[in-house]
């Protein structure tokens, strides 16, 4: 029994996988950051090209 929980205790792959959801969370944030403001330079963009040929 003592030595499962020692074994248990070294076992550091789910600290792996939280750290690896860590940075695809991290890595997802950024990508929604980038495309909701280049979004946002488009809609801009668009508006003006749209005023111009009025």
């Known amino acids: 029994m003592t030595k499962l ?4 205790a070294k076992d550091e792959s789910g600290a792996t996988a939280i750290e690896y959801g860590l940075i695809a969370a991290g890595i ?3 990508i929604v950051t980038v495309v909701g403001e280049v979004g946002t330079e488009l809609t801009t963009m ?5 005023t111009g040929l009025q």
């Open 28 to 30: 997802g944030v950024a």
């Open 5 to 8: 929980f020692a074994n248990f």
């Open 46 to 50: 668009f508006t003006t090209v749209k």
